[in-house]
């Protein structure tokens, strides 16, 4: 009853914008974790904070006060943003660490109303802001939703033959043994399931090439750890993903698969999605532009397509009252490359450029759709200054700051961007060194020094505070 309650109410705050959910994308270490904790810093600080310029609400000084609410759902465990911003700003500050499971903040920002006419009346407004941390795993089972196991399975083995240049591996000798049309005991089933398990493990932690080698619960199973849901496998004979399988026996090892492949969808991705991702408002996409550009270009396109078909999971349109209420889609979408402060700041604007044309053609159909799209170049957390030195016997800005690896202080000189599209040719000529770097020890007064994380508050909330 106390659930109906609570879901009649956020309708009624959607309806009248005094809600907004904002969801968080970006594959798995894109700085989600980061990023939320510096979005809700900021807000937490709006009355004591250097200000905002570009955060419209905070300039005109109608922004009075923030708070962490409680969650009204009480099946969702809590982000905790104390532990989050302990890590950051205690005397031996670290990064918070790698995200295992999905929390929940809600924020409550108190303002001064802007219109006058409603001011005659109502002089203070609240908005309740809502927001999801999950590990970035998981996002990459969103794609499946549009895919059939046979779909599904041509994909992997596309995706395989394009980037696994090494000898094959356990699996996928194992596999290649196996014979589809007959039944399978489900003990060995779930040995060449550890077996592919293993394999995108190591595929997307050695490589670390983001791409769709799903499912993402395969590399972080959370709770589902162990469980049999998660024992299946991709199809990867060519032959048999030509062939017709209406013909074969419900027993049939390829008939099985499809069957877990379908219920891990059913009970496991789509819940998912619908819990998190399908009443979202707002929509903030963070991409590590650098892990890329130091990856090389099977790397570059990896991430592309990648996010391109994560893109196709939301949907995306104009918002009025009635919908909001009652089929939400996302009206706004930011698309920032993070960890801004790796970057000397003359190369922002290329690297802007350079995240524009990775993503120019979901821009273009998503932008079709008659919603606001912009890009940015944003850190959650600046751990660097930009500083004159010499590079190679040239005086170059670039960037200095503590190395993550070594504890040292260093200057560090990433290489020149370029805003074009960078052809597979060309990028054997670009070398690009970006390093990591450590949080600064100086953050006493517990405000995250960012770059432009006041442009995405005006972006994604600005207009909220009417
Ligand atoms: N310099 C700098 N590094 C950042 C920033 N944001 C994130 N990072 C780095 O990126 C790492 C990953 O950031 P997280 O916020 O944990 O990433 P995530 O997307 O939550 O990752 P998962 O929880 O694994 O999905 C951090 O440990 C930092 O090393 C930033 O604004 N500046
Ligand atoms: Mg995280």
Redesign the pocket.
């Known amino acids: 009853m106390k659930r109906l309650f609570n879901t009649a109410e956020q309708l009624v705050e959607r309806g009248i914008d005094k809600r907004v959910r904002i969801a968080v994308t970006g594959l798995s270490k894109a700085g989600?974790?980061a990023f939320i904790t510096s979005f809700m810093n900021q807000l937490l600080h709006v009355t004591d904070n250097d200000p905002l310029p570009f955060f419209k609400p905070v300039k005109e000084g109608r922004l009075l006060a923030t708070k962490v609410s409680s969650y009204d759902e009480l099946h969702i465990p809590e982000f905790k943003y104390k532990q989050s911003i302990g890590y950051l700003v205690n005397d031996q500050p670290e990064w918070?660490p790698?995200?295992t499971g999905i929390s929940q903040a809600q924020l409550d920002v108190r303002y001064r109303i802007k219109n006058e006419w409603i001011r005659k009346v109502q002089k203070k407004s609240h908005l309740t802001i809502d927001i999801i941390?999950y590990?970035?795993e998981w996002l990459l089972d969103l794609p499946l939703l549009r895919l059939s196991y046979k779909e599904w399975s041509s994909q992997c083995l596309e995706l395989i033959k394009q980037n696994i240049s090494t000898s094959t591996t356990a699996w996928q000798e194992e596999s290649a043994q196996l014979v589809y049309q007959q039944a399978l005991s489900d003990e060995n089933i779930a040995e060449i399931s550890n077996g592919y398990k293993a394999f995108i493990k190591t595929s997307f932690t050695n490589d670390h090439t983001y791409n769709l080698l799903q499912p993402g619960r395969f590399i972080l199973p959370g709770e589902l750890e162990g469980a049999p849901v998660l024992d299946f496998f991709p199809v990867t004979d060519s032959n048999i993903l030509h062939s017709d399988w209406d013909s074969l026996a419900q027993d049939s090892l390829v008939k099985t698969l499809e069957k877990r492949y379908n219920y891990y969808k059913k009970k496991i991705v789509k819940p998912f999605f619908k819990e998190y991702f399908e009443k979202v408002d707002r929509q903030i996409l963070l991409v590590d532009c650098l892990e890329v550009l130091n990856g090389g270009y099977q790397n570059y396109s990896n991430m592309q397509f990648t996010l391109i078909e994560l893109l196709k999971s939301f949907h995306y349109g104009q918002s009025n009252w009635l919908k909001r209420m009652f089929n939400p889609s996302i009206d706004k979408l930011l698309i920032a490359a993070t960890k801004a402060d790796h970057v000397p700041p003359e190369q922002h604007r290329p690297l802007e450029g350079f995240l524009q044309a990775m993503l120019q053609e979901a821009r273009n159909d998503i932008q079709y759709q008659g919603i606001e799209l912009e890009t940015m170049v944003i850190s959650s957390v600046k751990t660097t200054e930009a500083v004159m030195a010499e590079h190679k016997g040239q005086k170059l800005m670039c960037v200095k700051g503590i190395e993550l690896e070594s504890g040292e202080e260093v200057i560090n000189y990433p290489g020149k961007l370029s805003e074009e599209l960078i052809t597979r040719n060309d990028w054997q000529e670009h070398q690009y060194d970006f390093i990591n770097f450590a949080v600064p020890e100086n953050l006493t007064n517990g405000i995250l020094p960012h770059i432009r994380m006041d442009k995405v508050l005006q972006f994604l909330i600005g207009d909220k505070f009417r």
């Open positions: 989600k974790t918070p790698s995200t941390d590990p970035g």
